[in-house]
């Protein structure tokens, strides 16, 4: 184990480098592209703002574009508070990445479907 800070915030981390299998940063979905700004530790709380970061670029592609890039994440059934629903009210209002990364429309006029016609 190895105790760092985050890049961002400065906030104390623990990462197991000799066996990152069960890093906690394994429980988020590989979704920001490998460049300089990636390779740093970050804490939680920073890698779902970036992530959420890097999403909102991808929402102002085509919706073509955004399913395609989603597709991969299709079978990764593990919700994500801040990132697949936030808790609003004591309900989970599904995000715009998890309708997107089911592929489909349930035609129940949720929140933030990526399918709705303007």
Known sequence: MTILACSQCQTTLTCNVDNINVCWCNELPAILPLDSTTTSCLCREC??????????????????????????FHTNANLIENLDYEMQNSYMVFSRWFFLKRGKCCQNNCQNCPYKKP
Do not use: W
């Not at 779902?48 to 991969?72: G, H, V």
């Open 47 to 72: 890698t779902l703002a970036k992530i959420n970061q890097f999403l909102t670029t991808l929402y102002l592609r085509p919706l073509k574009e955004q399913l395609a890039f989603a597709k991969s």
